[in-house]
């Protein structure tokens, strides 16, 4: 069990509104091991953006506990979630969030001023690097608005990568591209999975022809198949 890097016991979410109390997740427990490319799915409604929450610690469960590389991250406080998140996790977003007003590198060094894990005069040759690791480096000093929808999630891997996690998790991230660049996108997650990242990635529907290591499915808040 010493290559399990994430691990998720017993998780349940509930939210209440005015009418009722939902749930969201219901007694979800996986594991998933260092390296592993696996992909999350089910409809809308399934679960699986609750899912994301309790992984990244964007959200708490309202029961269980979720472990990244053996630190209970729903005992931290909001704080320290967000300097542990920012050093562990990278997130790819369906609708890129990139600063409108700051530059392609600008947004990725951003993300190292944030955690201060890069040293100050290494920072401008990793982003170098990364920009050309996802095959956009010309575009470094444009801003987001300048470039099409494919390079803008290129960039927002990038981002995700600056501070070196050990996983990635992406959410639809290629919701909104063509299938051509869907599949640039789909490559280059699969790609950094063999080189020993983690990737997760949280979607409707598996791509199928991508071989994941691994497809999770959700419905109505219960994994169905692991």
């Known amino acids: 069990m010493e290559n399990i890097i994430l691990k998720v016991k017993n998780v349940t979410k509930t939210f209440q509104t005015k009418e009722r109390t939902f749930t969201a997740l219901n007694n979800v427990s996986l594991a998933i091991e260092k390296g592993e490319f696996l992909a999350i799915v089910g409809k809308s409604g399934s679960g699986k953006s609750t899912l994301l929450n309790m992984i990244t610690g964007i959200d708490y469960p309202t029961n269980g506990d979720v ?3 053996n630190t209970g991250i729903n005992a931290l406080n909001e704080s320290k979630l967000a300097k542990w998140r920012g050093k562990n996790i990278g997130i790819v977003f369906q609708f890129f969030q990139l600063i409108p007003t700051l530059s392609i590198s600008e947004n990725i060094l951003l993300a190292m001023e944030f ?12 982003v170098e690097k990364l920009l050309k690791q996802v095959g956009i480096y010309e575009h ?4 987001p608005s300048a470039l099409s929808g ?3 999630q290129r960039a927002a891997i990038a981002r995700a990568l600056s501070n070196n996690p050990d996983i ?3 959410d639809e ?4 591209l063509d299938s ?13 999975a063999s080189e020993g990242k983690t990737v997760i990635v949280v979607t409707h529907e598996a791509n199928t022809e991508l071989k994941y290591d691994r497809i999770i499915t959700l419905s109505d808040g219960k994994i169905i198949k692991l």
């Open 168 to 170: 990635i998790v992406a």
């Open 140 to 143: 470094k000093n444009k801003m």
């Open 115 to 126: 955690t201060n894990i890069i040293p100050k005069r290494e920072r401008n040759k990793r």
């Open 150 to 152: 494919g390079e803008q």
């Open 173 to 176: 991230p290629t919701g909104n």
């Open 67 to 69: 472990f990244v590389n």
């Open 180 to 192: 051509k660049t869907a599949n640039i996108v789909n490559q280059l997650f699969k790609s950094l």
